[in-house]
């Protein structure tokens, strides 16, 4: 039996993490190709905190309500949905809903969950796995062999970039703000792991590259960051450039750019067309997924929370203290 409301949490007003709050409010109901999902787990990420500060709206016509992935179970479908199963585990990437115990989801960007994963890692799988195929495999074209420079590589993007990387014979550099995080970054299989307090990135890149550079480098820094992110890269690099924690803008010499011949790319996912993310889960369903099981991917989960405590979760993620995923949990009705 399907309840009428259900608990979700709510951005009273754009603020500190004590803005955040559980309130009751109606189930959703699935539109023509869209699926309702009992909520097990949802995964916390860096935009949900800019959105609780007022800094990343949700695109028009889309819940207010934060969370961009989730795992459970579908109780219920739209007009025209006959696959996934009612009863069947899947995860999904949203626009908005997944702090909640039920969520809409287009059935495009649904995919089950891997036998080898519980619903919780399964939760914290679509919006950092989705980000980096897109711009580190599609739009950047990692290719085996090749080496890839991660920025943040403790984040829940990073670590995601790590297991990708590796599982598809990349060589992996990352960049880390302390000696655990490094560490933590090379029991993931990050080839080399670099304190970027205590050295250069662009000096240490080189060097580990004998003066190559890095063919491809996933940038969620920007800022000042470009400029060096040129001179770190190799011949014919690409920059994918997925947000800008070190600020919105760069100044850049395009000689640098013109010289090596490198690319950059920019792109965000949350306000891309339902048609884009559901290409972007057909290539993970055929390319990706089996990896789960063939290759052992796991996600890396910091620290779980239980839904009325989503507060405490963007606290731990505004410390800066979590390496790699943070998840919150539902109380099942």
Known sequence: ????????VEIREPGPPQVLRAVERPVPEPAPDEVLIQVAAAGVNRPDVLQRKGAYPPPAGVTDIPGLEVAGEVVRRGEGVHEPALGARVCALVAGGGYAQ?????????????????????????????????????????????????????????????????????RVIITAGSAQKCAACRDLGADVAINYREGDFVEATLRATDGKGADVILDMVAGDYLARNAAAAAVEGRIAVIATQGGNKAELDLRA??????????????????????????ALREK???LFETRGLKPLIHARFPLSDAAGAHRLMESDAHIGKIVLIAEQP
């Not at 039996?1 to 979700?8: D, K, L, V, W």
């Not at 984040?155 to 790590?162: H, L, N, P, V, W």
């Open 257 to 282: 750019l013109m010289v090596k011949r490198l690319t950059i790319s920019a792109s965000t996912l949350r306000a891309q067309p339902i048609a884009n993310k559901g290409r972007i889960a057909a």
């Open 1 to 8: 039996m399907i309840p009428q409301t259900m608990t979700a």
């Open 288 to 290: 990706v997924w089996p």
């Open 102 to 170: 039920y969520v809409i989801a287009p059935v495009v960007q649904c995919l089950p969950v891997p036998a080898s994963l519980t619903l919780e890692q399964a939760a914290v799988l679509p919006e950092t796995v989705f980000t980096v195929w897109h711009n580190v495999f599609e739009r950047a074209r990692l290719k085996p062999g090749e080496t890839l420079l991660v920025h943040g590589g403790a984040s829940g993007i990073g670590t995601t970039a790590i297991l990708l990387g590796k599982a598809f014979d990349a």
